[in-house]
């Protein structure tokens, strides 16, 4: 997926914390836990539960969130479907990584083994 440099700057400038409690809200109302939610968070970009606070609390922007992680090197291996694109298609790397984010949170919310969503 090529996308628009308008679409791009849009997701850059989203802040995580107004996301934040929506990823909770849908693991939650499907049965799993915040804990489960950091531990996809913390596997994704090496953000323990003190780092991730500190990035809700200052209000960082995805590229803010992105730029201070250290992305998983299994990343890659996250495939499939969000928000009617294949993440593995998305060619706009700040773009990729929220949709790698998403996608995982949907997989926790759909009930996935968490080994399975960690790519282990």
């Known amino acids: 997926m090529v996308t628009t440099?308008?679409?791009?700057?849009k997701i850059a400038r989203?802040?995580?914390?107004?996301?934040?409690?929506?990823?909770?809200?849908?693991v939650e109302t499907k049965g799993r836990t915040k804990e489960e939610?950091?531990?996809v968070i913390y596997w994704l970009t090496g953000f323990d539960a003190e780092r991730l606070q500190s990035?809700?609390?200052?209000?960082?922007?995805?590229q803010t969130f992105f730029r201070e992680a250290t992305l998983n090197p299994?990343?890659?291996?996250?495939?499939?479907?969000?928000?009617g694109y294949r993440v593995e298609?998305?060619?706009t790397p700040l773009t990729q990584q929220v949709r790698y984010l998403d996608k995982l949170i949907d997989e926790l919310a759909k009930g996935k083994?968490?080994?399975?969503?960690?790519?282990?």
């Open 14 to 26: 989203i802040t995580f914390s107004s996301v934040y409690p929506h990823y909770v809200s849908k």
């Open 37 to 39: 939610l950091h531990e």
């Open 5 to 9: 440099p308008e679409h791009d700057a």
């Open 74 to 83: 299994n990343a890659r291996l996250i495939t499939g479907t969000i928000c």
């Open 113 to 120: 083994l968490m080994k399975k969503i960690l790519r282990k």
């Open 55 to 62: 990035l809700i609390d200052s209000k960082a922007t995805f």
């Open 89 to 91: 298609n998305i060619t």
